[in-house]
């Protein structure tokens, strides 16, 4: 936990819609276009839009867990492969030589993690990497842009927080047309549903 966060709320390992108040949050409106009845919101693109944006809404909606989803990209994995994230790592700030205090690494919750993995034993469990450019994820077999935004701002409000990725492309692949976001979008929906979320 970071510098400052609030102590974590509880979380069951019941099935994720068993929380209560649920709030799924994307970088787009097209990641959460599949989740019709779902608390959704988008918190924008970016690592700083993301951050400030969920501050905002967990202020205003009062969540008692979030699900972070979105599609991601891997130089591994093929898509639409699944990941739950083991932690997000803001590599935009990573500099082995400084010695400036700085949170680089944001964890999910360890009960929403186990749940997540028991229902979904396909999806890969890795640190994903968050990096406001296609590519700057380097050491990482996954990378996005907004994971640590959004679970840093939930562990400083201490609401219980789980990213969960669709692979839809390489970061190599500079062919936007190629990457499959369709198939990554569709495997998103397919795994919340059977977290019980739809």
């Given at each position: 936990?970071?510098?400052?966060?609030?102590p974590?709320?509880?979380?069951?390992?019941?099935?994720?819609?068993?929380?209560?108040?649920?709030?799924?949050?994307?970088a787009?409106?097209?990641?959460?276009?599949?989740?019709?009845?779902?608390?959704?919101?988008?918190?924008?693109?970016?690592?700083?839009?993301?951050?400030?944006?969920?501050?905002?809404?967990?202020?205003?909606?009062?969540?008692?867990?979030?699900?972070?989803?979105?599609?991601?990209?891997?130089?591994?994995?093929?898509?639409?492969?699944?990941?739950?994230?083991?932690?997000?790592?803001?590599?935009?700030?990573?500099?082995?030589?400084?010695?400036?205090?700085?949170?680089?690494?944001?964890?999910?919750?360890?009960?929403?993690?186990?749940?997540?993995?028991?229902?979904?034993?396909?999806?890969?469990?890795?640190?994903?990497?968050?990096?406001?450019?296609?590519?700057a994820?380097?050491?990482?077999?996954?990378?996005?842009?907004?994971?640590?935004?959004?679970?840093?701002?939930?562990?400083?409000a201490?609401?219980?927080?789980?990213?969960?990725?669709?692979?839809?492309?390489?970061?190599?692949?500079?062919?936007?047309?190629?990457?499959?976001?369709?198939?990554?979008?569709?495997?998103?929906?397919?795994?919340?549903?059977?977290?019980?979320?739809?």
């Amino acid at each position: 936990m970071g510098l400052g966060a609030a102590p974590p709320r509880a979380a069951s390992l019941q099935p994720l819609a068993s929380l209560g108040v649920l709030l799924v949050v994307a970088a787009t409106e097209r990641e959460l276009a599949l989740l019709d009845g779902l608390d959704t919101f988008c918190c924008g693109i970016g690592p700083v839009e993301a951050a400030l944006r969920t501050a905002r809404a967990l202020e205003e909606r009062n969540p008692e867990a979030v699900v972070h989803v979105g599609i991601a990209g891997s130089r591994t994995l093929e898509p639409p492969a699944l990941v739950l994230g083991s932690e997000a790592v803001y590599c935009d700030v990573i500099d082995e030589g400084s010695t400036l205090p700085r949170v680089e690494r944001a964890l999910p919750d360890a009960a929403l993690l186990d749940r997540a993995r028991a229902v979904l034993p396909e999806a890969s469990v890795l640190p994903i990497a968050t990096c406001g450019k296609v590519g700057a994820g380097t050491g990482f077999d996954v990378e996005a842009m907004e994971g640590f935004g959004v679970l840093r701002a939930c562990e400083l409000a201490g609401v219980p927080a789980v990213e969960l990725r669709a692979v839809s492309n390489s970061p190599d692949e500079a062919d936007r047309k190629l990457w499959r976001k369709d198939d990554a979008f569709a495997a998103l929906a397919t795994a919340l549903e059977r977290l019980d979320v739809v």
